[in-house]
């Protein structure tokens, strides 16, 4: 005979109370509508480390914002200009300029609504967001000209106000080029103990500094050979912006006719034991030139006009020829702008704006020289060092900065250097908030054979000591009602540069 049990079992009853309650509780949470809190779930510069080319953040929610409520309540300081834009639930914020160098940032987002929020009859906000930045480091590089720093490259933390002397002292230092990411350099140099100046050879140098938050950056000053000077002169060179190719003009040592530009790879496979070999660039004689800002082209000064040549295929076959122009002082940083100077019958030189779009529009005229430009990226601005002709009798120059504003074609003359100083030199900050320049003092009554370790100008005038100036820069508008003044930095040196 079978019984059966007309009881509930013990873990029947436990199963039936646990449904009970997650039924009510389910009831509960439908009763009072969505009570989720919106909250940033990703913001892209979080303890990171910026530099100027990057203009953008992105702040990631939880749910649909409602816009209006994020934009008003969203704060940085300190203050950074910019732009919003959204894609569902992405905010970009998109600065008007770059963030100045050495700077820590707070990004704080308060009071902000769900796009729910007003429809559910609630005034529920998001959840208290900080989040935290910094830009790189304000860091300059030079060619020190005081004692143990004596035609050294040596790099100047001006935020940390710390010193390195990156190069060994068996070699002179002639000219540098900053890598993109400001851990390498690549500089041209021949040995303390050879006077020739066409015996030098194309190095690299870690810096130490890390261009990442958290990256261990390489020990600082380790030198590495790129290209030697065995059979050819290596007379100037230039780094792509990318930092993947290097250009240099070139003379055999045996042949004077066999002149001119030669390419290669900047760095080398890891895998592979082989280091890179130049290429010749298979194109007429040039003289001055500079990689284009698309690194896959190089403009060279040729024959009676500037000529742009492709870097791979045939450079006999110029991407375009500009014969009015005789030389490309800059590029802006979109390719988009470029400036030349026109050499014109009566000795005098024009600077033109000219565009990708055919533009051609004169900024200025000068009896004197165009030594160099830079464009502005953080405002419509072109800095130039020109000199003006003060005797025509002796040939004197006198040289001076000034800022154009590119979209109106003011001039505003920023600073006028003594006659004596034609070797100036001059740098604008990534930020484009500084502007370093040098005061060379050449030798007076130098001795007829000089040391082999001496220092020499571009115009081969022997160097005694040499100071470094730090100019702040404004917007024209503000330059205008603004006194500035340059000042003096506690270091000797000469051909400052910023590292980017």
């Known amino acids: 005979m079978i019984k059966s049990k007309a009881f509930i079992q013990p873990l029947d009853r436990i199963a039936i109370a646990l449904m009970l309650m997650l039924s ?3 009831g509960l949470i439908i009763l009072q509508g969505d009570v989720v809190t919106a909250r940033v779930r990703d913001f892209t510069w979080q303890n990171q480390q910026i530099g100027a080319e990057d203009n953008s953040f992105t702040l990631t929610f939880s749910r649909p914002m409602e816009i209006k409520t994020v934009e008003d309540n969203l704060k940085i300081d300190p203050p950074l200009a910019g732009k919003f834009s959204w894609a569902g639930r992405r905010m970009v914020y998109t600065l008007l300029t770059p963030a100045p160098y050495g700077t820590n940032y ?6 902000a609504k769900d796009k729910f929020a007003e429809q559910e009859g609630n005034n529920r906000t998001n959840q208290p967001f900080t989040g935290n930045f910094r830009t790189r480091d304000r860091v300059i590089l030079y060619i020190g000209t ?8 040596v790099l100047y933390n001006l935020t940390q106000e710390q010193k390195r002397i990156l190069t060994p002292k068996d070699l002179i230092a002639m000219d540098f080029e900053s890598f993109p990411d400001g851990e390498k350099i690549l500089f041209s140099a021949r040995a303390s103990k050879n006077q020739d100046l066409l015996s030098a050879q194309l190095y690299t140098v870690t810096t130490g500094v890390s261009s990442k938050s958290g990256q261990q950056a390489e020990p600082v000053g380790k030198v590495d050979l790129v290209l030697d000077s065995k059979d050819y002169e290596n007379l100037k060179f230039d780094l792509s912006p990318d930092g993947q190719t290097i250009v240099i003009q070139r003379g055999n040592k045996t042949n004077p ?3 001119g530009l030669w390419f290669m790879p900047a760095t080398s496979d890891d895998n592979s034991a082989e280091k890179p070999t130049p290429k010749r660039l298979k194109s007429q004689p040039g003289g001055d030139f500079m990689i284009t800002p698309d690194s896959k082209a190089v403009a060279v000064a040729q024959g009676q006009g500037a000529a742009i040549l492709p870097l791979q295929g045939d450079a006999t076959k110029p991407l375009d020829f500009l014969p009015q ?4 002082q800059a590029f802006s940083k979109d390719g988009s702008q470029a400036a030349m100077v026109k050499f014109n019958t009566d000795y005098t030189r024009d600077l033109f704006l000219v565009t990708n779009q055919g533009v051609q529009k004169q900024l200025l005229k000068t009896t004197g ?3 160099s430009c830079q464009f502005d990226i953080a405002s419509p601005t ?5 000199t003006q002709l003060i005797s025509k009798e002796q040939y004197i120059e006198q040289p001076y900065v000034v800022a ?3 979209k109106t074609g003011k001039q505003k003359p920023l600073l006028v250097l003594p006659p004596a100083q034609r070797n100036v030199q001059m740098s604008l900050s990534s930020d484009g908030l500084g502007l370093l320049f040098d005061q060379v003092v050449p030798q007076t009554n130098p001795p007829a054979s000089l040391p082999p370790n001496t220092l020499k100008t571009d115009d081969g005038d022997a160097i005694a000591t040499s100071s470094l100036w730090l100019m702040p820069l404004l917007p024209i508008a503000d330059a205008a009602t603004v006194e500035i003044r340059p000042e003096q930095l506690p270091l000797a040196g000469f051909h400052p540069r910023w590292l980017p």
């Open 24 to 26: 009510v509780l389910i």
């Open 106 to 111: 707070k990004v704080q987002l308060q009071g």
């Open 146 to 153: 005081d004692k143990e720093e004596q035609g050294r490259l």
């Open 257 to 259: 006719g066999d002149f």
């Open 325 to 328: 122009f005789g030389l490309v």
């Open 369 to 371: 020289s165009i030594l």
């Open 382 to 386: 072109l800095y130039c060092l020109l």
């Open 404 to 406: 154009i504003d590119l």
